[in-house]
T-cell receptor, first 114, second 110 residues
Framework: ETGVTQSPTHLIKTRGQQVTLRCSSQSGHNTVSWYQQALGQGPQFIFQ???????GRGNFPPRFSGLQFPNYSSELNVNALELDDSALYLC?????????????FGPGTRLTVT | AQRVTQPEKLLSVFKGAPVELKCNYSYSGSPELFWYVQYSRQRLQLLLRHISRESIKGFTADLNKGETSFHLKKPFAQEEDSAMYYC????????????FGIGTKLQVIP
C-alpha cells in the first residue's frame, strides 16, 4: 500500500507569481482534500475533490483552484501569490465510502512567498 | 458553524504524570470527533476517534455533550508522547470537510 505523497517538498515564489502543488493519493482512495497550515495554526480546509470534481470548499478565494485526475492524483494551483499564502500545504486522501473524517495526510509542501 | 477550540498551545508535564489535552467544540447535531497527532518530523496521523471508544497508545477521549468537550487523557505520560495534538471535527453529511483546532504541543519532561 502506497501512502500519500506530495511534491515539491519546499518552494520559494515571489508575490504575484503562480504555483502548482501536486499530490498522489493513497492507493484505493478516491477523495483528496487540501489544507493550508500557517505557522502556529491548525490545518484549514481549502477544498476537496471527488471523482475529478470539486466537492466542497472552505473560505478561500477563487485564486485557489484545483484539479483531480482519473488516477485520483490532484493539483492545487494558487494564482497571484500573496505574502500570506506562505504556509505548509497538506494533501489528505480518503475513501468517500469510508469512515467520516478518517484521512491520510501527506508530508506537505512548504511554500514561502517573498 | 462548526468550531473546535483547544485552549492551550503548550502543555508541559513530567514523565509519569497524568495528561489532559483539552478540546471544546461547537456543532449542530450529533458530532463525531477525532484526535490527530503529529510527532516530530512525521506526518499528521489519526490517533483516535470517539465513536470507536478505543484506547490508543494509552490515550482515551470521552465525548461530553453537556460540556461540548472531547478531552484527550492519559494516566501516565511517556517521553514518546511529546508531539502536536489536534482535535478535529468532521462534517457528517456531504463532503468530508474536517475542522481542526489550533493544536496543543505536549512536552513530556524526563
Amino acid at each position: 500500500e502506497t501512502g500519500v505523497t506530495q511534491s515539491p517538498t519546499h518552494l520559494i515564489k515571489t508575490r504575484g507569481q503562480q504555483v502548482t502543488l501536486r499530490c498522489s493519493s493513497q492507493s484505493g482512495h478516491n477523495t483528496v482534500s487540501w489544507y493550508q497550515q500557517a505557522l502556529g495554526q491548525g490545518p484549514q480546509f481549502i477544498f476537496q475533490y471527488y471523482r475529478e470534481e470539486e466537492n466542497g470548499r472552505g473560505n478561500f478565494p477563487p485564486r485557489f483552484s484545483g484539479l483531480q485526475f482519473p488516477n485520483y492524483s490532484s493539483e492545487l494551483n494558487v494564482n497571484a501569490l500573496e505574502l500570506d499564502d506562505s504556509a505548509l500545504y497538506l494533501c489528505a486522501s480518503s475513501l468517500t465510502s469510508g469512515r467520516v473524517g478518517e484521512q491520510y495526510f501527506g508530508p506537505g509542501t512548504r511554500l514561502t512567498v517573498t | 458553524a462548526q468550531r473546535v477550540t483547544q485552549p492551550e498551545k503548550l502543555l508541559s508535564v513530567f514523565k509519569g504524570a497524568p495528561v489532559e489535552l483539552k478540546c471544546n467544540y461547537s456543532y449542530s447535531g450529533s458530532p463525531e470527533l477525532f484526535w490527530y497527532v503529529q510527532y516530530s518530523r512525521q506526518r499528521l496521523q489519526l490517533l483516535l476517534r470517539h465513536i470507536s471508544r478505543e484506547s490508543i497508545k494509552g490515550f482515551t477521549a470521552d465525548l461530553n455533550k453537556g460540556e461540548t468537550s472531547f478531552h484527550l487523557k492519559k494516566p501516565f505520560a511517556q517521553e514518546e508522547d511529546s508531539a502536536m495534538y489536534y482535535c478535529a471535527l468532521p462534517r457528517k453529511r456531504g463532503y468530508q470537510k474536517v475542522t481542526f483546532g489550533i493544536g496543543t504541543k505536549l512536552q513530556v519532561i524526563p
